[in-house]
């Protein structure tokens, strides 16, 4: 009894000191996310020894510049450019009907050159190439269409009289035709409507009779793209190459017809009324 009690005693003691001996890592280790792990008491438990951490030294790595970065070819097709829109067909200028621009000269010398523009109703007026008045007109209506084509002007008259369209006022009258085609000062709707005539406003007009000359050139357009021919110019003749008529005698006296002598035969000239 007593050899059975000193047993227990010393298997207590020895438990008691493996307890005492074991350093609190292990016990630490034996808990996995805050839960312990039980030790049974019939095994020993194990110990493991933990060595302690020391921390790396830091190494400084030398850095290196960045290499640049090249570009990537655009592989893509480049996108066509979008033409640019036509632009509506007019005039260039921003008249309205009946408006006009005449820059005034001290001396008007030079060729002068005018210029009509059917499409766009439009006459310009240059003295020695350069733009000295523009203008809007009224040409042709249709049916009544203004010729075009290389003019002169063949009368001037500043208070003339149309002798087709009831003694309608053709005011600072400057004819191109002998058939009715003149410019003149008119009413200006914005659009064709004369007879054929080129319509301009008054004091247009009055200004262009001023500097124009006899016989000035006067070329009319249909549109800027579609020039006119200009008609060929006459033959020139050779004086010294027309035969000269031959010279007369003076001497010469021609022959006088005579009278056939009388017959009296009826039948040689019949009587008309039979």
Known sequence: MKFGNGIRTLQGLFALALVIAVPNTAIGQSRVQGQAVPVPQSQSPMVVPVEPQTPKP???TPTTAATPAVPTPDTTSPVAEQEPKPRKKGPIDALRPG???W???DVYEGPMKIVIVLDIQ???VFQNDKLVGFSTIS???KG???PTGIFNILQKNVDHKSNLYSNAPMPYMQRLTWDGIALHGGYLPGYPASHGCIRLPHAFAK????VTQMNQEVVILQDTSTPVKRPPPPPMVDPEAVPAEPPVDPSFVPPVATQPPASNS???FPDPSA
């Open 144 to 146: 009544k269409e203004t």
């Open 58 to 60: 830091e190494v400084d």
């Open 207 to 210: 200004a262009l009779y001023g």
């Open 103 to 105: 820059a005034a000269q």
């Open 266 to 268: 009826s039948n040689v």
């Open 122 to 124: 439009r006459i310009y």
């Open 99 to 101: 408006q006009f621009v």
């Open 139 to 141: 040409s042709g209506k």
